[in-house]
């Protein structure tokens, strides 16, 4: 169907370029080059990095399991199952407590921002080491969570 799609737009420019109409085939051709980037951009985004563990973050303010470990250079998901707004914040910058996130050296902080009931977040880890964040919102309750990043084996 797709296929067909493009062999019509394909002759539809052939059929411009015969008439002589550069203008209409300038336009053909840009747009025929946006499209393109469109799908590209389409297909990139359908293929997410698969998560090497999935958090999820509960109605009794907690990230469950609280502690994960991977392997650097993967993602780990976070998803709601609560009715509550949480985030994923690994910022000591954003704590109320700066204890409550670290980061080892070298690692760039990350803050999911406000993830509404049912959604999700991911993070890939590139820098081994261990790392703790926390939930904006619910800090004081203790939402905290740690994530270990083991070595890449190579
Ligand atoms: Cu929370």
Redesign the pocket.
């Known amino acids: 169907m797709v296929e067909r799609a493009w062999l019509i737009i394909i002759r539809f420019g052939e059929y411009l370029l015969k008439q002589q109409w550069v203008g209409l085939t300038i336009i053909w051709v840009l747009l025929l080059a946006a499209g393109a980037e469109g799908i590209g951009r389409r297909v990139g985004e359908a293929t997410p990095k698969k998560p090497a563990a999935v958090v999820k ?1 509960t109605d009794q ?1 907690t990230f469950e399991p609280a502690r994960v470990t991977i392997k650097a250079g993967e993602t780990v998901r976070w998803k709601s199952a609560s009715l ?1 707004v ?2 994923v914040t690994g910022d000591p910058a954003l704590a109320a407590k700066p204890e409550d996130a670290a980061l080892p050296p070298g690692a760039k902080p990350f803050n999911s921002g406000n993830i509404k009931p049912g959604g999700q977040f991911q993070h890939t880890f590139k820098v081994p080491g261990t790392y703790r964040y926390f ?1 904006i ?2 800090e004081g309750a203790g ?1 905290i969570g740690v994530v270990v990043v083991q070595p890449a084996t190579t």
Do not use: A, W
Request: one cysteine or more; a neutral charge; aromatic letters at 0%.
């Open positions: 973050m303010l509550l949480h985030t939930c919102p619910h939402m």
